[in-house]
Each structure stands twice: as structure tokens, then as C-alpha cells.
């Protein structure tokens, strides 16, 4: 038996969310006035959000120029934007955050410290504020390089900076990360980890190349949404359409193997696993304290698309259901439209009708983002009604279906929780030394590892935690 036949209110709110997606525009309604931007092109809706959200002007009315350079002075009056263009002074003090080459000494009191850059400049302010704060330095011989273009290194360096220069959770795959300057690595591994740059498709960062002014508009916008629209602690959080974080962060303790939750929502621990695990000794998995564990049943292929059952699933089912834990399953997707959603929920349907499922089942769609990829290019929008899509089925079968996400495709325009809220969600977000998710919006599982160590499970594991008794979802 399973526990999750939803009542006919829940139903019915599904089949609204699922004629609202297929009926409803997401994308910006604004008419952009520039004449110079191919329609079809796949950086259109990022320029659309950052002149709606005037983050960068165009080059003129009439132009955005998605194909010029972008400079160090745009991405410095962006930054300067997205902080809500605080008033700026010249006061002669020294600004020293370690990582810029001018000194306020080395200019008169009030005096504008570059000798590039015009006070009377429109970028003027935003180029000083980012000096101030220590985002982005001027060159050695007093100059800002307003009008230069910007190098990727840089541009990762700049914006690893503006959030505390913090740390990778993985290594990056960049073939010439050892090739950019030293200050750069940690910086390049960071903005990769966190979804704000990807590489190049021969494997490579380009640290020592350039960013068009249309790739700009993109990471800007993933930025923003990411990092500064609407923070955790915002009081107009309060009308989002998605429910929001409100797990008490004193309560997350880890018992030095797992962590756990000690507030006032249930805590099981979790492991999900795939074929890349290998022969599992379920029989020590249950004895280490895990509760649950969420299997792969099956996946699409990367390039060609076909439907794969994962080569461990059914060993994987029997033994963890032998051993007492409680079960749920993931379907790995790359669908590209609704009624590939639709095949891979009927297919993981066949897969698991033999076995006690009482954990839900898993919509888990994920970027690849290979040049081949037949996903690289699929926008939110689309991801969105193909979630829809396969919940519905999943649900009508009597199960209760789950979305699965990172908080850097969330907020940069991935699957949309708005659209979602009936169906519970799988945060994936590895944090340093287990820290609680700053992710702003509800979630009832935690994927907060990937480098986990479980008997009986050879190499590492992700870990999981739950904050949902499924067995009274409905109740």
C-alpha cells in the first residue's frame, strides 16, 4: 500500500496550476526599445529583466550592443544598482580592503581617485562605491579601466568579493583553472558552484577572456536573483506566493555522522543513491541510524533520449525495503517538453508498481549544460510545465509526487516554485561544515551533502534530511 491519495481540493488546485503554466506568459511583458536584439536570441529575457530592473543602460536608446564587450564600468554601475545606489562621499579617508591598489592618500582630499574617470561621469558613483567596498580595485598606475573590458577571472573575482570570498563546496572541471592567475582559482570554483558562470564548451573557464555585454545581462540577472532580490530577512517576503523558510537555523545539529533537526518538525535521516553506488549493503545502511533512502528508478539520456531504468534500481528497492527502511524514488529527467515528462512518468510508473513506496516520488530535472546537451538551452518556463506535467500523473496514481532543485537554479530563473506549491520540494544545497541552508523559501527534505560517509555504502553518498512525516500528509 502507499499513503498519499490526495483529496479532490488538491486535485482540482494541480489541474488549475497545470492550466495556468500551459496558459499563461511567464516571461516579461515589457517592450524592450532596442532594435538591435535578434528576438529568438536566447539572451533576450535577460536583457528584457536588467533594463525592466534597470541594471545596465543600453549603449544608446536605440542599441544594447549584446555582442560588444562588457566593461569594468558597467558591471561596477550594476553592482553600484543592485545595492540601491547608496550616496557615495570623497572624504580622504583610506579604503583598505586588501585587495585595492589605490589608497585614498595618494589622492587631495576630496579629489576623485582615478585619474581615468570623471567625477561627472555617469558611472562616476557606482565606480567609487565598488572601490570603497572593496569589490573591485583600480590598477597600479591610478587608472580604473572604465572603459576595458572586463576578463572572466576578473569578473568571477569581483563578484566571489561582494559575497565575502566565500568557498567552493567542489572542485570545478575546468580544464585551465590552474592557468588563471592565483587569485583567481577559489573565485572561478565559487561562481561555477553557485550557477553564476559556466565554462566554455571545450571544457575550459576562458579566465583570460571576455564577457558580451548579452552573457553580462545574463549573470546579472542570476545574481540578482540569487544574491540580492528579495533577501531572507525582506518584509515584502512576505507576499510571496511561496511559502518561505521558517525552520528555527539553532535547531540543526549534527550527531557527528548525520545531521539532524531539533526544533519542532520531524528529522529523519536520509541517503539517496543511484547505480553510481554500486552493491550496497543495505542491512549496515539500516543499522547506522538512516531512516529513508530515495533511489534512482531510472533517467533520460544526456544526448540521446531514451528512457534508462538505473542498472541497481531493483536491488537497491528489495534490500532497503528488506532492511526497514522507509522508500521513495527519482526519475532523472532531461525532458524538453510535456509529453516527454508525461512518457518518463508513466515508464517510472511500471518501474515501481510492485513495491511499497512511502516516500514520494522524485520529478528530478537537471541542467547539462554540454554543448551536445539536448537540455543546455531549456528555459524555466519549459522545465516548469514539464514538472507540472509529470506530478499530475504521478499524483493521479495515488503517490505523491516532489520537485527537486538548487537554490542557484531556483533563484536565476529554474523550475518555479510558484507554480508547485501543492506538491512538497527536495532542496539540494551543500553547505561548509553542514551549516543550516540560507535558502529562502520552504523546503521538506535537505540534500545538504554529496561527500558523505555511510557503512555499507563504498565511496561517497549524499546525504539527506527530512523535516516531513509523509505517513500524515493528507491528514
Known sequence: MNYFSRGLRALTAGALAVALILTTPMSLAATLPYKDLNQDAWYLSAVEYCWQNELMDGVSDSSFAPD????????????????????????????????????????????????????????????????????????????????????????????????????????????????????????????????????????????????????????????????????????????????????????????????????????????????????????????????????????????????????????????????????????????????????EAYYLLDLIQKYDITYPVVFDWESVNNDDSRTKDTDGETVTKCALAFCKIIEDAGYLPMTYGSPSKIYAGGIQLEYLQNYPFWLAHYTKDWEPTSFRYHYNMWQYSSTGSVPGIEGNVDLDLCLTDFSKWNA
Open 68 to 343: 560588444e564587450l562588457l566593461t569594468r564600468g558597467v558591471l561596477a554601475e550594476a553592482l553600484y544598482r543592485l545595492a540601491g545606489s547608496p550616496v557615495v562621499t570623497l572624504d580622504g579617508k583610506d579604503y583598505d580592503s586588501g585587495s585595492i591598489s589605490v589608497d585614498m592618500e595618494d589622492a587631495p582630499t576630496g579629489e576623485y581617485p582615478f585619474s581615468d574617470v570623471d567625477p561627472d561621469h555617469p558611472y562616476a558613483d557606482g565606480i567609487l562605491w565598488t572601490w570603497q567596498e572593496g569589490i573591485i580595485a583600480g590598477y597600479d598606475d591610478g587608472t580604473f579601466g572604465v572603459d576595458t573590458p572586463i576578463t572572466r577571472e576578473q569578473m568571477a573575482a569581483i563578484f566571489w568579493q561582494a559575497q565575502g570570498k566565500k568557498l567552493s563546496q567542489a572542485a570545478a572541471p575546468f580544464s585551465d583553472l590552474k592557468q588563471s592567475s592565483s587569485w583567481a582559482i577559489n573565485a572561478i570554483e565559487w561562481v561555477w558552484y553557485v550557477g553564476l558562470m559556466s565554462g566554455r564548451d571545450d571544457g575550459t573557464f576562458d579566465y583570460a577572456g571576455y564577457t558580451t555585454r548579452a552573457e553580462g545581462a545574463a549573470i546579472l540577472r542570476a545574481y540578482d536573483k540569487a544574491f540580492v532580490n528579495l533577501p531572507p530577512d525582506d518584509p515584502d517576503m512576505e507576499s510571496s506566493p511561496i511559502a518561505l523558510n521558517t525552520y528555527d537555523n539553532s535547531a540543526f545539529v549534527s550527531n557527528g555522522t548525520y545531521l539532524t533537526y531539533q526544533g519542532d518538525a520531524p528529522s529523519y535521516i536520509g541517503v539517496d543513491v543511484s547505480s553510481h553506488q554500486k552493491a550496497i549493503d543495505w542491512a549496515q545502511v539500516a543499522a547506522s541510524g538512516v531512516d529513508f533512502a530515495m533511489i534512482r528508478a531510472g533517467y533520460r539520456g544526456y544526448y540521446n533520449p531514451t528512457l534508462n531504468t538505473d542498472a541497481y534500481f531493483h536491488y537497491n528497492m528489495r534490500e532497503a525495503l528488506a532492511n526497514g527502511l522507509q522508500v521513495g524514488v527519482y526519475f532523472f529527467s532531461q525532458a524538453i517538453t510535456v509529453e516527454e515528462a508525461q512518457a
